[in-house]
């Protein structure tokens, strides 16, 4: 028997407190290739996607507040 080889990297990726998914890097074939500066790069990167979704579900629920004001701005308009 051939024992397991390789290595991965992982760090949750969070949005408003929940995980959302997970970063993962990995090495099939190389042991201990990720130290404590990859974990650095990878929390970073997990942060910076944390923010990014962040933003585009802020954005998302501004786009449909806009299109709901669109669409009830003529029946206001009528009222005056």
Known sequence: DRLAKGCVLSTPIRVRESVAAYL??????????????ELQ???FIA???SAALENAEGFEKLQKL???KE???PS?????
């Open 24 to 37: 993962l890097v990995g090495h099939i074939e190389l042991d201990n290739l990720f130290g404590s500066e």
């Open 41 to 43: 790069v990878a929390e």
């Open 47 to 49: 942060t910076l996607t």
């Open 66 to 68: 806009n299109t709901t």
């Open 71 to 73: 669409r009830q701005l």
């Open 76 to 80: 206001l308009e009528r009222l005056n």
